[in-house]
């Protein structure tokens, strides 16, 4: 049994590392694009919530856009960076 979860990890990890050396196709930037954007949008209008006094909707709704500008930006200049570690705030929201 221990046996074979350590090959698992292992074949896991040796997987991982080749997606991550191999070269940056367009499906990947566009894939860290969406997932910049989406996780982006839940920083910075929670983000503006938490630390500011209740704004505007209009303002509030800037503070949205501009993340999510922001965060396709970065997903598209660094995509398995943002896949990674932005995944989790871009499901934010989209549970059953």
């Known amino acids: 049994m221990i046996a074979a979860l350590r090959r698992f990890a292992g074949n896991r990890r040796q997987q991982f590392s080749r997606w991550w050396h191999s070269p940056i196709r367009r499906r990947d930037r566009l894939t860290g694009a ?3 954007a989406m996780a982006f949008f839940w920083i910075a209008s929670l983000g503006r919530l938490a630390f500011a006094p ?6 509030l709704a800037l503070w949205a856009l501009g993340g999510v ?3 396709a930006a970065f997903g598209a200049r660094y995509p398995r960076l943002t896949t990674c570690l ?4 871009a499901t934010i929201g989209t549970g059953p």
Do not use: A, Y
Not at 54 to 59: A, D, K, M, N, V
Not at 86 to 89: K, N, Q, R, V, Y
């Open 69 to 71: 500008l922001l965060g």
């Open 34 to 36: 969406m997932i910049g």
């Open 86 to 89: 932005l995944f989790p705030f």
């Open 54 to 59: 209740s704004p505007e909707l209009g303002q």
